[in-house]
């Protein structure tokens, strides 16, 4: 595809509905196929998003984290922190799960300090609303500063509006939920120079990870493990006082953003 297309990438938890976005973004439009070197299957395809604009859609694999735990998780990594990534996207849709907001939204917060343009999609919202969940997309919007998308995939409701907004410029927000510079700031100022990238948290994620970042070679490996010692960087303790840190601004923005319902509802299996 040319270069002028935009690349888009699809996001989520398994389970949230990510491929049927990706099944009714593209129709017949699909390649199916695996990432180059594994057996892990790509899927990509084409969307018109307005009679003058079309983008290429690549389904990334569900992930829970930006910290891989399996090979599927990897590839994700691997093209979101990495610009050199034929796969790094334009743009990044990331889908949740509207039932399950609150657990679903911490993959959408470390996409979201990566610097990439992102929009957010809840995913079905009418089961959201079934058990009880109220979800003000217009707070969470103002609160985000990102397109926020309610939907049901499956049946295309909300499809409209969010092909209006993928065809829209998309801002980079300037406010991360979790602020790299607050824990260390020395060692992700000099990965920013001397990789040549403008993102703190992809810095650190460079840093964090880059004994698994395929995208590396053995002498900038070399030269971040050294910045890590020098720097005392201690990634086990950061990555922890990281997921309090996102979980505490997660719990704030649920209480801006969510409510329940009033009604007398059934109670889930689960419950």
């Known amino acids: ?18 491929s049927s976005l990706f099944n009714i973004l593209t129709g017949l439009n699909q390649k199916i196929g695996n990432f180059p070197g594994v057996t892990v299957e790509k899927k990509t395809g084409s969307c018109q998003l307005t009679p003058s604009k079309r983008a290429e859609i690549i389904d990334l694999p569900g992930t ?10 990897q590839i994700v990594f691997d093209i979101l922190v990495n610009d050199n990534n034929p796969y790094h996207p334009d743009l990044v849709v990331v ?3 509207a039932s ?16 990439l343009p992102v929009v957010l999609v809840l995913n079905m919202i009418d089961l959201a609303h079934k058990t009880g969940l109220i979800i003000d997309h217009d707070t969470l919007t103002r609160e985000l500063n990102v397109p926020v998308i309610p939907m049901r995939a499956r049946t295309g409701v909300g499809l409209t509006e969010l092909k209006k907004a993928l065809a829209e410029p998309v801002a980079v927000s300037e406010k991360p939920f979790f602020d790299v510079r607050e824990h260390c700031s020395k060692p992700v100022e000099e990965v920013k120079k001397h990789f040549n990238i403008t993102s703190d948290y992809r810095a650190y994620q460079i840093l964090q990870q880059f004994r698994i ?3 590396l070679d053995e002498a900038q490996k070399a030269w971040l493990e050294n910045m890590a010692v020098n720097c005392h ?16 601004k997660i719990s704030e923005l649920v209480g ?6 009033s009604e007398l509802l059934p109670k889930r299996w689960t419950d």
């Open 100 to 115: 399950n907001f609150k657990r679903n939204l911490l993959l959408f917060t470390q996409v979201y300090d990566l610097g």
């Open 233 to 248: 960087f201690n990634s086990h303790e950061l990555r922890r006082v990281e997921t309090l840190h996102r979980y505490k």
């Open 213 to 215: 970042n395929h995208s």
């Open 1 to 18: 595809m040319p270069d002028s297309i935009p690349k888009i990438a699809l996001v989520g938890n398994p389970n949230s509905g990510k």
């Open 95 to 97: 889908i949740v799960d």
């Open 256 to 261: 801006k953003s969510v409510r329940e319902s």
């Open 64 to 73: 829970y984290s930006i910290y891989p735990n399996s090979r599927d998780e």
